[in-house]
């Protein structure tokens, strides 16, 4: 199995900033992505960054300029910097990662989600 766990979640004001980190271990052979999604109340699960094994990026158009998605593929851990935070950018953030077992056959997991409120 992999394990994902996500920290760097919280309150924080109009305008503030936060850093999510999320860090797989496991069973692990290789990781092909990590992804963060975010699930605000009453509305739909959305990708909000995701980056590749190479470093290559894509944002969700709302993050764009804001957030920005980094990884340690030595450490098997990805981060989220989010900058000039909105009050809709409130919602559970979730990490997600697809890749191959130490046998081979894929994985796609997900971390149990950290809450980050954006409010005065």
């Known amino acids: 199995q992999v394990q994902l766990v996500e920290s760097g979640g919280g309150l924080v004001q109009p305008g503030g900033s936060l850093r999510l980190s999320c860090a797989a271990s496991?069973?692990?052979?290789?990781?092909?992505?990590m992804n963060w999604y975010r699930q605000a109340p009453g509305k739909q699960h959305e990708l909000v960054a995701g980056?590749?094994?190479?470093?290559?990026?894509n944002y969700a158009d709302s993050v764009k300029g804001r957030f920005t998605i980094s990884g340690d593929n030595a450490k098997n851990t990805v981060y989220l910097q989010m900058n000039s935070l909105k009050p809709e950018d409130t919602a559970v953030y979730y990490c997600?990662?697809?890749?191959?077992?130490?046998?081979?056959?894929?994985?796609?997991?997900w971390g149990q989600g950290t809450q980050v409120t954006v409010s005065s």
């Open positions: 980056i590749t094994n190479g470093g290559s990026t």
């Open positions: 496991g069973s692990i052979f290789s990781i092909n992505a």
């Open positions: 997600n990662a697809d890749g191959l077992y130490i046998n081979y056959e894929e994985f796609n997991s």
